[in-house]
């Protein structure tokens, strides 16, 4: 894209890199803080965790405005190892990252730690759970491998513009792929047999399938696996993140984050022993 005659050109390109990068590193420094947030929460005995509405990451009853799923089942597991209160701060998975720098809430569960995210704030190393890119397959459509969906015949339904959806287009280059605009669209779609089969990350599938009464959950191979994360707010002192990580990997690994996965099913009335685990070590 560069002309051999435009050197100067070149030099005022360098310049702006420049000026780029010092503004990148300044706004990093901003967003980080010296705060001990670990030490401030147990001092303060309140966690504060943000809340976005979400099954099955977050969910709030509406008769008793009592919070749920496996984000808030998690952060009320460390507030009792920490020994303070859980106390939950609602925001929008939009807003997640600039509530986090702002201060508003300690930590946000099930944030996927991006390269974007990661430049303004803080992920523990140790991935909170797994989840793959599932499928609801019709009643009837029998296939268990991601070749097997790869026909003309078949329609998948995802929603526009998604991780599923990029996904898929590349995977099933030979399927009929449906885009739609919301989640709730691609549903009726599937209720309706207009697609064979709807694709997401598969916990959000368990609770559609739920909804809709139809259909089975499969996670076709290869798995296509993804780990998700905690978001925390960018402090000098890493005691914080660091606690988090070494409690997320103990939760994992124990089976309490399998557990609290499960107990959130239940209360939904949905039989866990059909749901595709969240601990990767369990797909078959």
Do not use: C
């Amino acid at each position: 894209m560069t002309e051999p005659s435009t050197s100067r050109r070149n030099l005022l390109s360098l310049g702006a890199v420049g000026v780029a990068a010092a503004t990148v590193a300044a706004s990093g420094a901003q967003a980080q803080s010296s705060t001990d947030t670990l030490q401030r929460i147990r001092d303060s005995g309140e966690l504060k965790i943000g809340v976005a509405q979400g099954e099955p990451w977050f969910y709030k009853d509406a008769r008793s405005n009592e919070w749920y799923g496996i984000g808030w089942g998690v952060g009320v597991a460390l507030a009792r190892d920490l020994g303070v209160k859980p106390v939950p701060v609602e925001t929008t998975w939009g807003n997640a990252v600039a509530g986090l720098q702002a201060g508003q809430f300690d930590v946000m569960f099930v944030l996927d730690a991006t390269p974007q995210r990661a430049l303004a704030v803080d992920f523990p190393v140790e991935p909170m759970f797994w989840y793959a890119q599932g499928l609801l397959v019709r009643d009837g459509l029998a296939a268990k491998s991601w070749a097997e969906f790869n026909k003309p015949e078949v329609r998948i339904g995802v929603v526009l513009g998604t991780s599923p959806d990029r996904d898929i287009t590349t995977r099933l280059p030979n399927a009929q792929i449906e885009r739609f605009p919301s989640g709730d669209e691609t549903a009726a779609a599937f209720q309706a047999g207009r697609v064979d089969a709807i694709s997401l990350f598969h916990p959000a599938l368990v609770m559609l399938q739920a909804r809709v009464k139809k259909g089975t959950v499969i996670l076709p191979e290869p798995i296509r696996a993804s780990s998700t994360s905690a978001g925390v707010r960018r402090d000098t002192d890493k005691s914080w993140r660091d606690w988090l990580g070494l409690s997320l990997a103990y939760y994992y690994a124990t089976g309490e984050t399998q557990r609290i996965y499960e107990e959130y099913l239940k209360f939904r009335n949905i039989d866990a022993s059909k749901a595709p685990a969240i601990v990767r070590e369990q797909w078959k």
